[in-house]
C-alpha cells in the first residue's frame, strides 16, 4: 500500500471507529463498551496487519484466544444491543492503529503524526458538506450547557496527549502489542466509574452487584488475553 492513500485511510478509519464506539458508549455502559470495542480491535489489528504486510512481533496464542474469547463470552450476556457497534468500532480502529504503523514506518515520527492528524481533521472537516449532518452538529453546538465547554476544552487536550504517546508507542514497538497493553485501560475505566459514579451519574455502572461481577470477570479475563500477546 502507498504512504498517502494509508495517510487518508488513518483518518477515514479512526473518524468511523470513533463514531462507532460513541454509538457503542450510548448504548451501553462505560466499562463495558470499551471492553468489548478493546476486544474486537485488538483482533482486528492482528488481522490487518497480517493483511497489510505489517508483520506482527506477537503471535495470536490458543491461551490468548481463550481468554478474549471467554471474557466476550462472559460480557456478552450484557448489553447485546451495542454489539454490532463495538464490533464495527473494532473494526476500523484495528485498521487505523495499522495504518499509523505504515505511515509511521514510511515517514518517521514527525512527519508521520502531521499528516495522519492533518487526515483526521480533513475528514471531519468534509462531515459538514452534507447538509443532514451539518445541521445536526450545528444544532448540538448552539443547545450544549455552557458548562460542557471547559470539559470538552479538557478532553481533547488529554486526548491530543494520550494520541501522542500512542503514536510513539506504535513506532517503537509492536502495532498488535500496544493495541493489546491497551486493555489494561478498561480495568481503569470500570474502578473510575465506580468511584465517580455518584458525582457523574452519566458514567455510572448500571445494574446489580451481580452485573458489576459479571462486568469484572469478563473485563479481568480480556485484559489477561491481551496480557498474555505481550508475554
Do not use: C
Not at 483526521?120 to 460542557?148: D, E, F, M, N, Q
Not at 465547554?149 to 510513539?168: D, R, S
Not at 470477570?217 to 496480557?227: D, P, S, W
Amino acid at each position: 500500500m502507498g504512504v498517502w492513500p494509508a495517510v487518508l485511510g488513518t483518518g477515514v478509519a479512526s473518524f468511523l471507529g470513533i463514531m462507532f464506539l460513541f454509538r457503542a458508549l450510548r448504548g451501553g455502559d462505560a466499562s463495558l463498551a470499551s471492553a468489548k470495542v478493546g476486544a474486537f480491535t485488538v483482533i482486528s489489528a492482528y488481522g490487518f496487519s497480517l493483511l497489510l504486510d505489517v508483520r506482527p512481533d506477537v503471535t495470536l496464542h490458543l491461551s490468548a484466544i481463550i481468554l478474549l474469547g471467554a471474557g466476550m463470552f462472559v460480557l456478552g450476556q450484557l448489553g447485546r444491543s451495542i454489539l454490532q457497534w463495538a464490533l464495527l468500532a473494532g473494526l476500523f480502529l484495528g485498521l487505523g492503529f495499522v495504518l499509523v504503523k505504515v505511515v509511521l514506518d514510511a515517514l518517521g515520527f514527525v512527519d508521520g503524526v502531521f499528516w495522519t492528524r492533518m487526515a483526521h481533521a480533513a475528514v471531519a472537516l468534509s462531515v459538514l458538506a452534507v447538509p443532514g449532518l451539518r445541521a445536526r452538529i450545528v444544532r448540538a453546538w448552539r443547545t450544549a450547557p455552557r458548562h460542557t465547554g471547559p470539559i470538552l476544552v479538557a478532553n481533547k487536550v488529554f486526548a491530543g496527549v494520550g494520541f501522542f504517546l500512542l503514536y510513539a508507542a506504535i513506532e517503537r514497538g509492536d502495532v498488535v502489542a500496544v493495541t493489546a497493553l491497551q486493555g489494561l485501560q478498561f480495568v481503569f475505566i470500570l474502578l473510575l466509574a465506580l468511584l465517580f459514579g455518584g458525582w457523574v451519574p452519566t458514567v455510572s455502572e448500571r445494574g446489580s452487584i451481580r452485573v458489576l461481577i459479571f462486568k469484572a470477570l469478563g473485563i479481568l479475563l480480556i485484559t489477561g488475553g491481551f496480557l498474555m500477546l505481550t508475554i
